[in-house]
């Protein structure tokens, strides 16, 4: 089975430090994403990366970026956190080629809590 | 852009019953994927559907989807307390970019 992990279920910040979620995934997966999910708006996917050093915006990057130095490992980054950043955060992985019709894999989420 | 909308957002339904999600997009996806959540955890797989006309079953949950409607179904049938769960539907952009469905929460009352 696939495994996602992240690394805390639960986390809270203050306004303005730096955040880092990390996300693991042990299938040798060439995707990865992020997404946070708010209630009545579904997952918005913030990044994503196809490959080790590379990386995409998604639809609300704003405030966020990502690390991808290692094929396993993706990192969200919340630069300076703002209360508007209070969310649930989901990292996903999914294979690439043969396997597009593979869905992609889940992470157990972190509640990110910014006071 | 690819536009996932989901109907209804809350669905409250007695056991035994049968009742059916939908899901519209709104330029063409490859594939539709629906995913369900319970509360507190993560998304899990339900089906994935790759062509027009597929079907995908799993006890009392029927997919199916329409590309020429953009359209696509789950259908619970005869429900049982342990479905209810948010479920939520998304269609594939390029590059294996999923775009989700606000979701639907089911609650199943016995």
């Known amino acids: 089975d696939v495994k996602v992990t992240q690394s805390s279920r639960y986390l809270v910040k203050r306004t303005g430090e730096k955040v880092f979620l990390e996300c693991v995934q042990d299938?040798?997966?060439?995707?990865m994403f992020w997404y946070r999910q708010d209630p009545g708006l579904g997952l918005r996917l913030i990044y994503f990366?196809?490959?080790?050093?590379?990386?995409e915006k998604g639809d609300i990057p704003e405030g966020y970026s990502v690390s991808r130095e290692k094929k396993e490992r993706f990192s969200l980054i919340l630069e300076s956190a703002s209360t508007n950043q209070t969310s649930m955060y989901l990292c996903?992985?999914?294979?690439?080629?043969?396997?597009?019709?593979?869905?992609?894999?889940f992470g157990d989420g972190t509640r990110l809590s910014i006071l | 852009e690819l536009k996932v909308e989901q109907n209804p957002l809350f669905l409250s339904m007695q056991e035994g019953k049968n009742y059916t999600i939908y899901c519209n997009y709104s330029t063409t996806s490859d594939r539709l994927y629906w995913y369900r959540q319970d509360p507190g955890k993560s998304l899990e797989s339900l089906f994935v559907?790759?062509?027009?006309?597929a079907v995908k079953q799993e006890g009392r949950l029927m997919a199916s989807l329409d590309t020429k409607a953009r359209l696509s179904t789950l259908h619970i049938t005869a429900a049982v307390h342990d479905l209810s769960a948010t479920y939520f539907c998304a269609g594939m952009e390029y590059g294996n970019k999923l775009v989700f469905g606000a979701g639907t929460i089911l609650r199943v009352k016995s």
């Open positions: 299938m040798d997966h060439e995707n």
């Open positions: 559907l790759l062509s027009n006309g």
């Open positions: 990366s196809y490959d080790v050093k590379m990386k």
């Open positions: 996903a992985s999914s294979g690439f080629g043969t396997v597009l019709d593979q869905p992609q894999h």
